[in-house]
């Protein structure tokens, strides 16, 4: 089945940078774009960025797009997100999730804490 | 504040019909960007339920059905079960924000 499976929680503090990496299975790889979406403590999703699994072209939300970086690794199937300067309110699940339009599945989400 | 305006709650009785609308406007919604619609359980991730304005992906029950006009689009929710009591949230592509997808604020269904 198609599984996109998310790496483990991560605790920074304020500056620091955090990288999340997102490891797909169960289709073909570069058919499908990949977005990441976050979601604060009580908020709603917010989208931050899309990426091309196919030729690694990505587009940013403005609000992310001077300290957010999205890679793909085709050899292994996975996309990362790496978002820098981090700041209290960047404390949030983040997830990936793969892109035909809309978003299915999405993988079960990582928790980052910002705080010092 | 979201680009997409959802209420911020509905409730309804077991069995019950309820409706959650999804406004947008001419730089997403109403430029023609389909509407997709996501049911969020406590504690999971979102889960697609509707996509493409209207088509309910294999194993989500026809009781859910959603339809778009408009700058607008409506989720409806039948034969209301315990169940479906969770978050739910329309998303589009907003033009003005470089083709950035948005999502709305958020519905809490409640099921009395």
């Known amino acids: 089945q198609i599984q996109l499976v998310q790496s483990g929680p991560e605790v920074k503090k304020p500056g620091a940078s955090v990288k999340v990496s997102c490891k797909t299975s169960?289709?073909?790889?570069?058919?499908?774009?990949v977005s990441w979406v976050r979601q604060a403590p009580g908020q709603g999703p917010e989208w931050m960025a899309w990426?091309?699994?196919?030729?690694?072209?990505?587009n940013y939300a403005p609000k992310f797009a001077d300290r957010i970086t999205v890679t793909t690794d085709s050899a292994t199937s996975t996309v990362s997100l790496e978002l820098r300067d981090l700041i209290s309110g960047d404390t949030a699940v983040y997830y990936c999730?793969?892109?035909?339009?809309?978003?299915?599945?999405w993988g079960q989400g990582t928790l980052v804490t910002v705080s010092s | 504040q979201s680009v997409l305006t959802q209420p911020p709650s509905v409730s309804g009785a077991p069995g019950q019909k309820v409706a959650i609308s999804c406004t947008g406007s001419?730089?997403?919604?109403?430029?023609?960007?389909?509407v997709h619609w996501y049911q969020q359980l406590p504690g999971t991730a979102p889960k697609l339920l509707i996509y493409?304005?209207?088509n309910r992906p294999s194993g989500v029950p026809d009781r859910f059905s959603a339809s778009k006009s408009g700058t607008s689009a409506s989720l409806a929710i039948t034969g209301l079960q315990a169940e479906d009591e969770a978050d739910y949230y329309c998303?589009?592509?907003?033009?003005?924000?470089?083709?950035?997808?948005?999502f709305g604020g958020g519905t809490k269904l409640t099921v009395l």
């Open positions: 001419t730089s997403n919604i109403g430029a023609g960007y389909d």
């Open positions: 493409a304005n209207s």
């Open positions: 999730a793969r892109e035909d339009n809309w978003l299915d599945p």
């Open positions: 990426i091309s699994t196919y030729h690694g072209h990505s």
């Open positions: 169960g289709y073909n790889f570069t058919y499908y774009g």
């Open positions: 998303q589009s592509i907003d033009t003005t924000l470089s083709g950035s997808r948005v």
